[in-house]
């Protein structure tokens, strides 16, 4: 059984999003058997680009149903079911977000159709709902709201079932969600316990050494980028990072200085060096007739020791 979902948002920081409005439709393999639909009043604001997107606005929310009143409800149509959504990572994350805030642990194997339609349609030109629904002729009403989504969703996955007609691709998948669930569960301890200040932050394996090292404006969203990217490198790194610590340097100038030269000293596992040959300028310091250390931007020379190296003069 399949419960097979969308789900709305104020936007805003990560994990700090409430839920504006969500759809449910319970789905057997061949038809719905149950359905549910609601505004959430997420008690805190939309963002303006969420309101120009989804059409929901604060206005309508003041009279809808908070989380709590509508979580059984969610609890009950999605019981013994696996979740399917497309980025299913994302409302996975909100939903068990929500029922944390409420003191319950929600758990639930999940699949996601842009990552099954890949598999699955390999020659799509878009893996977006909306573009794929209208490569493949699949109505869909009401784009960017929940039950509009959902339904949509559903019928994308009729047509992916129908493609994996011995349900390999779709079994193996299913196999690996306990494991994926957990490993998800540790990198969101992970990520809450960053500031979303500006540093560099360090990724560490069990053991303790430095996997990848990086810098940032916003450490907390910069790290959750490395957890929800699906590429490989980070997909590994996904694997093995076991503790996340960092460096608050106040500024980014100062934070790139200090990554650039602890990728040199310690060399870690997933971080690459800057290739100096791409990067034509670099920024150097020097002393003065007055002895004053000044710094200044040249064209890049092996010769000389770089701080930093740019793409273009601009940036430097």
Same mark, same amino acid.
């Given at each position: 059984?399949?419960?097979?979902?969308?789900?709305?948002?104020?936007?805003?920081? #990560?994990?700090?999003?409430?839920?504006?409005?969500?759809?449910?439709?319970?789905?057997?393999?061949?038809?719905?058997?149950?359905?549910?639909?609601?505004?959430? !009043?997420?008690?805190?604001?939309?963002?303006?680009?969420?309101?120009?997107? $989804?059409?929901?606005? !604060?206005?309508? /929310?003041? *009279?809808?149903?908070?989380?709590?009143?509508?979580? @059984?409800?969610?609890?009950?149509?999605?019981?013994?079911?696996?979740?399917?959504?497309?980025?299913? +990572?994302?409302? %996975?994350?909100?939903?068990?977000?929500?029922?944390?805030?409420?003191?319950?642990?929600?758990?639930?194997?999940?699949?996601?159709?842009?990552?099954? *339609?890949?598999?699955?349609?390999?020659?799509?030109?878009? #893996?977006? =709902?909306?573009?794929?629904?209208?490569? /493949?002729?699949?109505?869909? +009403?009401?784009?960017?709201?929940?039950?509009?989504?959902?339904?949509? $969703?559903?019928?994308?996955?009729?047509?992916?079932?129908?493609?994996?007609?011995?349900?390999?691709?779709?079994?193996?998948?299913?196999?690996?969600?306990?494991?994926?669930?957990?490993?998800?569960?540790?990198?969101?301890?992970? &990520?809450?316990?960053?500031?979303?200040?500006?540093? &560099?932050?360090?990724?560490?394996?069990?053991?303790?050494?430095?996997?990848?090292?990086?810098? %940032?404006? !916003?450490?907390?969203?910069? &790290?959750?980028?490395?957890?929800?990217?699906? $590429?490989?490198?980070?997909? +590994? =790194?996904?694997?093995?990072?076991? +503790?996340?610590?960092?460096?608050?340097?106040?500024?980014?100038?100062?934070?790139?200085?200090?990554?650039?030269?602890?990728?040199?000293?310690?060399?870690?596992? #997933?971080?690459?060096?800057?290739?100096?040959?791409?990067?034509? #300028?670099?920024?150097?310091?020097?002393?003065? %007739?007055?002895?004053?250390?000044?710094?200044?931007?040249?064209?890049?020379?092996? @010769?000389?020791?770089?701080?930093?190296?740019?793409?273009?003069?601009?940036?430097?």
């Amino acid at each position: 059984m399949y419960a097979i979902l969308d789900i709305e948002t104020t936007g805003g920081k #990560y994990n700090e999003e409430g839920i504006t409005e969500i759809a449910i439709y319970k789905f057997d393999g061949h038809e719905i058997v149950d359905q549910f639909a609601s505004l959430v !009043n997420p008690q805190k604001k939309i963002q303006p680009f969420v309101v120009q997107l $989804t059409g929901i606005n !604060n206005r309508m /929310l003041r *009279s809808a149903p908070k989380f709590h009143e509508v979580a @059984r409800r969610i609890v009950e149509i999605t019981e013994g079911c696996i979740l399917i959504a497309h980025n299913a +990572k994302f409302d %996975s994350r909100i939903l068990s977000t929500e029922f944390r805030r409420l003191g319950y642990e929600y758990r639930r194997n999940t699949i996601c159709t842009v990552q099954l *339609s890949r598999q699955l349609l390999p020659d799509m030109p878009s #893996y977006s =709902l909306g573009n794929l629904t209208k490569s /493949l002729g699949i109505p869909i +009403k009401d784009r960017h709201r929940a039950q509009g989504d959902a339904y949509a $969703t559903v019928n994308l996955f009729k047509i992916l079932l129908n493609k994996d007609k011995d349900k390999k691709i779709i079994k193996s998948y299913i196999n690996t969600q306990e494991e994926q669930s957990q490993r998800a569960t540790k990198l969101l301890k992970l &990520v809450e316990s960053l500031p979303t200040e500006t540093g &560099v932050y360090y990724m560490h394996d069990s053991e303790g050494r430095i996997l990848h090292i990086g810098q %940032s404006r !916003n450490i907390r969203k910069r &790290v959750n980028q490395h957890f929800t990217s699906t $590429t490989t490198k980070s997909k +590994k =790194l996904q694997k093995e990072v076991a +503790k996340v610590s960092y460096a608050l340097t106040g500024s980014l100038l100062i934070a790139r200085l200090k990554v650039d030269d602890d990728i040199k000293n310690i060399q870690p596992k #997933y971080t690459r060096r800057s290739r100096k040959a791409l990067l034509p #300028y670099h920024l150097v310091q020097q002393k003065d %007739s007055e002895g004053y250390i000044r710094l200044k931007v040249e064209k890049t020379e092996l @010769r000389k020791r770089s701080l930093m190296t740019f793409r273009s003069l601009i940036g430097a």
